[in-house]
């Protein structure tokens, strides 16, 4: 299996920026689609964005479009959320994921492993 360490988090005021960082160890990292999740207290996690595993394709909600760019470094088995614009409605745990799907998936059951979390809190 594959452990999963998320960093980067932090407290920032709207508009500002934060890259996360996932860092992959235990199993060949390019045997595995990547994604990032949130969740807000009280409500449900939910699918943020996820990269093939060469890097080459990607998927964002509708929510982050255009704020948010996921990539994947795999010499360092690392991949990354670049979040801009933040709003306070970003405000959430952020969680990586691997998946052994091939495909395009935007679903939390399709992904085997788990990092803890690293807490984004933007303030108004």
């Known amino acids: 299996q594959v452990q999963l360490v998320e960093s980067g988090g932090g407290l920032v005021q709207a508009g500002g920026s934060l890259r996360l960082s996932c860092a992959a160890s235990?199993?060949?990292?390019?045997?595995?689609?990547m994604g990032w999740f949130r969740q807000a207290p009280g409500r449900e996690r939910e699918f943020v964005s996820t990269?093939?595993?060469?890097?080459?394709?990607?998927d964002y909600a509708d929510s982050v479009k255009g704020r948010f760019t996921i990539s994947r470094d795999n010499a360092k088995n690392t991949v990354y959320l670049q979040m801009n614009s933040l709003k306070p409605e970003d405000t959430a745990l952020y969680y990586c994921?691997?998946?052994?799907?091939?495909?395009?998936?935007?679903?939390?059951?399709?992904?085997?492993?788990w990092g803890r979390g690293t807490q984004v809190t933007v303030s108004s």
């Open positions: 235990g199993r060949t990292f390019t045997n595995y689609r």
């Open positions: 990269i093939n595993r060469s890097g080459a394709s990607t």
């Open positions: 994921a691997a998946s052994h799907r091939y495909g395009r998936t935007l679903y939390s059951e399709d992904y085997a492993y």
